[in-house]
């Protein structure tokens, strides 16, 4: 069965210092991940995605993501945090079993101070 | 030109009431979803249409009872309204039902039920 482990609920950084959230995905196929963002009250976006191409994805807004299949890790970076991006993350594996249901992981909460 | 819209955004009622929540998208797309997000931000599948067949039924109780009258609509009825129904519920859709493919998502409707 799929699944994803995102493994932090909450991350804090200062404005302009780097962000790293952490996600490690199960699956028994070669996965299609992603990254969605929610901002408060906000319906969901998607960041970036890896369907088997380049391990490293870009996104929008200056973020990336390394798919590192001996790791089992899609960790989504970006070099310099802005205030505008204080938001709940989710990295999500595609069931490639047939229904290619969405399955979530339980969020970040990144929190970027001034 | 909303991609994927949902009525209400904000839905309160009482317990043991019925309620229907609509979705509409306009982007051509195949397969409609329904997601449950509960109170912790927890993001979880419930149902999922693709050209008005129900591929994905989850086990949501069968008060639940979505509905998709063509490919563009996918409305979702709750009856006998329960105070654990009440979280934000989002619609999605996605071109076709590939592995790979993103998923587009509605401001959601939060639904509370006192």
């Known amino acids: 069965a799929q699944s994803v482990t995102q493994l932090d609920s909450h991350v804090s950084v200062s404005e302009g210092t780097p962000v790293l959230l952490r996600c490690n995905y199960s699956s028994s196929y070669s996965p299609s991940l992603f990254w969605y963002v929610q901002h408060p009250n906000k319906g969901l976006q998607l960041l970036l995605k890896y369907t088997s191409a380049a391990t490293l994805v870009k996104g929008i807004n200056g973020f990336e993501a390394e798919f590192k299949k001996s790791e089992t890790s899609f960790h989504l970076t970006k070099p310099s945090a802005h205030m505008s991006d204080a938001a709940e993350y989710f990295c999500?594996?595609?069931?490639?079993?047939?229904?290619?249901?969405?399955?979530f992981g339980t969020g970040t909460r990144l929190k970027v101070l001034a | 030109d909303t991609a994927v819209s949902q009525t209400p955004k904000y839905l309160v009622t009482q317990m043991g009431n019925d309620k229907s929540i609509k979705c509409e998208q306009n982007?051509?797309?195949?397969?409609m979803y329904w997601y449950k997000q509960d109170s912790k931000k927890f993001l979880k599948i419930m149902f999922s249409y693709n050209n008005k067949e129900l591929i994905i039924n989850e086990t949501v109780p069968n008060r639940f009872s979505p509905k998709s009258p063509d490919k563009a609509h996918l409305n979702l009825h709750i009856n006998s309204l329960e105070l654990g129904d009440s979280a934000v519920y989002f619609c999605?859709?996605?071109?076709?039902?590939?592995?790979?493919?993103?998923?587009?998502f509605g401001p959601g409707t939060r639904l509370t039920v006192t």
């Open positions: 999605a859709s996605s071109q076709v039902r590939l592995a790979g493919l993103e998923q587009y």
């Open positions: 982007l051509g797309h195949d397969t």
């Open positions: 999500v594996v595609s069931d490639p079993s047939g229904t290619y249901k969405y399955i």
